[in-house]
Protein backbone atom coordinates (compact mmCIF):
# COMPACT_ATOMS: atom_id res chain seq x y z
CA UNK A 1 0.00 0.00 0.00
CA UNK A 2 0.61 3.82 -0.84
CA UNK A 3 2.12 5.52 2.18
CA UNK A 4 1.06 8.95 2.91
CA UNK A 5 1.50 11.51 -0.67
CA UNK A 6 2.74 14.73 -0.69
CA UNK A 7 3.08 17.40 -3.77
CA UNK A 8 4.65 19.25 -4.68
CA UNK A 9 8.23 17.83 -3.37
CA UNK A 10 10.04 21.38 -3.76
CA UNK A 11 8.56 24.42 -4.32
CA UNK A 12 10.17 28.29 -4.72
CA UNK A 13 7.86 31.21 -4.06
CA UNK A 14 8.77 35.14 -3.43
CA UNK A 15 7.15 36.72 -0.91
CA UNK A 16 3.48 38.07 -0.91
CA UNK A 17 2.37 34.85 -3.68
CA UNK A 18 0.10 32.46 -2.68
CA UNK A 19 1.06 28.46 -1.99
CA UNK A 20 -1.18 25.81 -2.41
CA UNK A 21 0.36 22.41 -1.21
CA UNK A 22 -1.40 18.83 -1.23
CA UNK A 23 -1.66 15.42 0.64
CA UNK A 24 -3.05 11.98 -0.46
CA UNK A 25 -3.43 10.40 3.08
CA UNK A 26 -2.95 6.24 3.19
CA UNK A 27 -6.06 4.49 2.07
CA UNK A 28 -8.82 3.88 4.77
CA UNK A 29 -7.51 7.06 6.78
CA UNK A 30 -9.83 9.69 7.41
CA UNK A 31 -7.91 12.15 9.35
CA UNK A 32 -5.15 14.42 8.32
CA UNK A 33 -2.87 16.87 10.07
CA UNK A 34 -0.60 19.17 8.55
CA UNK A 35 2.82 20.63 10.87
CA UNK A 36 5.17 22.86 10.09
CA UNK A 37 9.03 22.28 10.05
CA UNK A 38 11.46 25.02 10.54
CA UNK A 39 14.74 24.16 10.39
CA UNK A 40 15.92 22.87 13.47
CA UNK A 41 12.85 22.42 15.12
CA UNK A 42 10.38 20.27 15.67
CA UNK A 43 6.95 20.08 13.78
CA UNK A 44 4.54 22.49 14.62
CA UNK A 45 1.09 21.78 14.47
CA UNK A 46 -1.07 23.46 11.75
CA UNK A 47 -4.46 21.72 11.32
CA UNK A 48 -6.17 18.66 11.46
CA UNK A 49 -9.07 17.35 9.59
CA UNK A 50 -11.43 14.80 10.15
CA UNK A 51 -14.49 14.04 7.65
CA UNK A 52 -13.95 17.27 5.96
CA UNK A 53 -14.17 18.97 9.35
CA UNK A 54 -11.83 21.27 10.60
CA UNK A 55 -11.05 19.28 14.07
CA UNK A 56 -8.19 21.42 15.32
CA UNK A 57 -6.07 24.72 14.67
CA UNK A 58 -2.90 25.48 15.55
CA UNK A 59 -1.71 28.92 16.32
CA UNK A 60 -1.11 30.41 13.28
CA UNK A 61 -2.36 33.47 11.15
CA UNK A 62 -5.07 33.53 9.06
CA UNK A 63 -2.98 33.28 5.80
CA UNK A 64 -3.26 29.77 6.52
CA UNK A 65 -5.65 27.80 5.57
CA UNK A 66 -7.09 24.22 4.51
CA UNK A 67 -9.32 21.50 3.46
CA UNK A 68 -10.38 18.15 3.21
CA UNK A 69 -11.88 16.48 0.26
CA UNK A 70 -14.57 13.80 -0.03
CA UNK A 71 -11.76 11.18 -0.95
CA UNK A 72 -9.80 12.12 2.48
CA UNK A 73 -7.14 14.27 0.58
CA UNK A 74 -6.05 17.45 1.78
CA UNK A 75 -4.85 20.62 0.52
CA UNK A 76 -3.35 23.72 2.41
CA UNK A 77 -3.04 27.13 1.51
CA UNK A 78 -0.97 29.88 2.27
CA UNK A 79 -1.06 33.74 1.32
CA UNK A 80 0.56 36.50 1.10
CA UNK A 81 3.89 34.31 2.23
CA UNK A 82 6.54 35.81 3.78
CA UNK A 83 9.53 35.03 4.34
CA UNK A 84 9.09 33.44 8.30
CA UNK A 85 6.87 30.65 6.16
CA UNK A 86 10.15 28.85 4.47
CA UNK A 87 9.88 25.45 6.08
CA UNK A 88 9.08 21.71 5.32
CA UNK A 89 5.01 21.21 5.31
CA UNK A 90 4.38 17.63 6.38
CA UNK A 91 1.14 16.31 6.23
CA UNK A 92 0.26 13.52 8.80
CA UNK A 93 -3.07 10.59 8.10
CA UNK A 94 -4.40 8.31 10.82
CA UNK A 95 -7.50 6.24 11.20
CA UNK A 96 -9.63 8.45 13.13
CA UNK A 97 -7.61 11.18 14.45
CA UNK A 98 -7.74 10.54 17.92
CA UNK A 99 -4.87 11.18 20.44
CA UNK A 100 -3.99 7.33 20.64
CA UNK A 101 -3.63 6.76 16.72
CA UNK A 102 -0.66 6.54 15.21
CA UNK A 103 -0.15 9.05 12.63
CA UNK A 104 2.21 8.51 9.25
CA UNK A 105 3.42 11.17 7.96
CA UNK A 106 4.43 12.04 4.45
CA UNK A 107 8.29 13.11 3.20
CA UNK A 108 7.11 16.77 3.26
CA UNK A 109 6.77 19.93 0.73
CA UNK A 110 10.06 22.05 1.37
CA UNK A 111 9.02 25.70 0.58
CA UNK A 112 11.48 28.36 -0.07
CA UNK A 113 10.32 32.38 -0.02
CA UNK A 114 12.61 34.34 -1.68
CA UNK B 1 0.05 23.69 28.93
CA UNK B 2 1.02 21.19 27.64
CA UNK B 3 4.82 20.65 26.55
CA UNK B 4 7.62 18.60 25.63
CA UNK B 5 11.45 19.22 26.22
CA UNK B 6 13.86 17.10 24.97
CA UNK B 7 17.50 17.95 26.69
CA UNK B 8 20.39 17.79 24.40
CA UNK B 9 19.95 18.74 21.07
CA UNK B 10 23.26 16.58 19.94
CA UNK B 11 24.12 13.20 21.27
CA UNK B 12 27.55 11.42 20.15
CA UNK B 13 28.22 7.98 20.82
CA UNK B 14 30.39 5.60 19.77
CA UNK B 15 29.11 2.41 17.67
CA UNK B 16 27.94 -0.21 20.06
CA UNK B 17 27.59 1.59 23.29
CA UNK B 18 24.34 3.03 24.96
CA UNK B 19 22.13 5.52 23.53
CA UNK B 20 19.80 7.04 25.65
CA UNK B 21 17.96 10.59 24.39
CA UNK B 22 15.97 12.20 27.02
CA UNK B 23 12.04 13.64 26.67
CA UNK B 24 10.13 15.21 29.68
CA UNK B 25 6.53 16.65 28.79
CA UNK B 26 4.31 18.72 30.76
CA UNK B 27 0.68 18.18 31.45
CA UNK B 28 -2.43 18.50 33.62
CA UNK B 29 -3.95 15.27 32.27
CA UNK B 30 -2.96 11.92 30.80
CA UNK B 31 -0.87 11.81 27.76
CA UNK B 32 -0.07 10.10 24.89
CA UNK B 33 3.42 9.80 24.31
CA UNK B 34 5.65 8.65 21.05
CA UNK B 35 9.40 9.24 19.52
CA UNK B 36 9.52 9.69 16.12
CA UNK B 37 13.03 9.34 14.08
CA UNK B 38 13.16 11.51 11.00
CA UNK B 39 16.36 11.29 8.58
CA UNK B 40 17.55 13.32 6.23
CA UNK B 41 15.00 14.81 3.68
CA UNK B 42 12.39 12.34 4.65
CA UNK B 43 9.61 12.55 6.78
CA UNK B 44 9.15 11.38 10.28
CA UNK B 45 8.76 7.85 11.20
CA UNK B 46 7.18 6.21 14.48
CA UNK B 47 9.80 4.05 16.69
CA UNK B 48 7.39 3.26 19.50
CA UNK B 49 4.28 4.98 21.43
CA UNK B 50 2.91 4.88 25.05
CA UNK B 51 -0.89 4.19 25.21
CA UNK B 52 -0.96 3.62 28.96
CA UNK B 53 -1.11 -0.31 28.44
CA UNK B 54 2.73 -1.02 29.71
CA UNK B 55 5.04 1.40 30.85
CA UNK B 56 8.18 -0.34 29.37
CA UNK B 57 7.45 0.19 25.55
CA UNK B 58 8.86 -1.73 23.19
CA UNK B 59 9.64 -0.15 19.36
CA UNK B 60 10.93 -0.49 15.99
CA UNK B 61 15.22 -1.10 15.59
CA UNK B 62 15.68 -2.05 19.12
CA UNK B 63 14.39 0.69 20.83
CA UNK B 64 12.58 1.33 23.87
CA UNK B 65 11.35 4.15 26.16
CA UNK B 66 9.73 3.76 29.82
CA UNK B 67 7.25 6.05 31.09
CA UNK B 68 7.75 7.58 34.13
CA UNK B 69 5.16 9.23 35.63
CA UNK B 70 6.31 10.80 38.96
CA UNK B 71 9.51 12.01 36.92
CA UNK B 72 6.92 13.00 34.12
CA UNK B 73 9.53 11.83 31.25
CA UNK B 74 9.90 9.18 28.47
CA UNK B 75 13.65 8.64 27.93
CA UNK B 76 14.83 6.68 24.49
CA UNK B 77 17.25 3.83 25.03
CA UNK B 78 19.14 1.40 22.97
CA UNK B 79 21.14 -1.05 24.32
CA UNK B 80 23.93 -0.90 21.37
CA UNK B 81 24.44 1.83 18.85
CA UNK B 82 24.38 0.97 14.74
CA UNK B 83 25.95 3.85 12.54
CA UNK B 84 22.23 3.83 10.94
CA UNK B 85 20.58 4.71 13.78
CA UNK B 86 22.42 8.64 13.35
CA UNK B 87 19.31 10.71 12.76
CA UNK B 88 16.88 13.20 14.70
CA UNK B 89 15.07 11.91 17.11
CA UNK B 90 11.46 13.65 17.94
CA UNK B 91 9.59 13.53 21.38
CA UNK B 92 5.72 14.01 20.98
CA UNK B 93 2.81 14.04 23.07
CA UNK B 94 -0.67 13.75 22.35
CA UNK B 95 -3.99 14.41 24.78
CA UNK B 96 -7.43 13.11 24.40
CA UNK B 97 -8.70 16.76 25.25
CA UNK B 98 -6.86 17.85 21.89
CA UNK B 99 -7.37 14.58 19.47
CA UNK B 100 -4.83 14.06 17.34
CA UNK B 101 -2.72 17.31 17.44
CA UNK B 102 0.99 16.78 18.59
CA UNK B 103 3.06 18.64 20.25
CA UNK B 104 6.97 17.79 19.31
CA UNK B 105 9.94 18.56 20.87
CA UNK B 106 12.49 20.29 19.23
CA UNK B 107 14.54 16.90 18.82
CA UNK B 108 17.51 15.32 19.28
CA UNK B 109 20.01 14.86 16.52
CA UNK B 110 22.69 11.10 17.29
CA UNK B 111 25.52 11.16 15.92
CA UNK B 112 27.18 7.90 15.94
CA UNK B 113 30.87 7.46 15.45
CA UNK B 114 32.41 4.46 14.25
Known amino acids: ?114 | AQSVTQLGSHVSVSEGALVLLRCNYSSSVPPYLFWYVQYPNQGLQLLLKYTSAATLVKGINGFEAEFKKSETSFHLTKPSAHMSDAAEYFCAVTFNTNAGKSTFGDGTTLTVKP
Open chain 1, 1 to 114: DAGVTQSPTHLIKTRGQHVTLRCSPISGHKSVSWYQQVLGQGPQFIFQYYEKEERGRGNFPDRFSARQFPNYSSELNVNALLLGDSALYLCASSLEGLAIDEQFFGPGTRLTVL
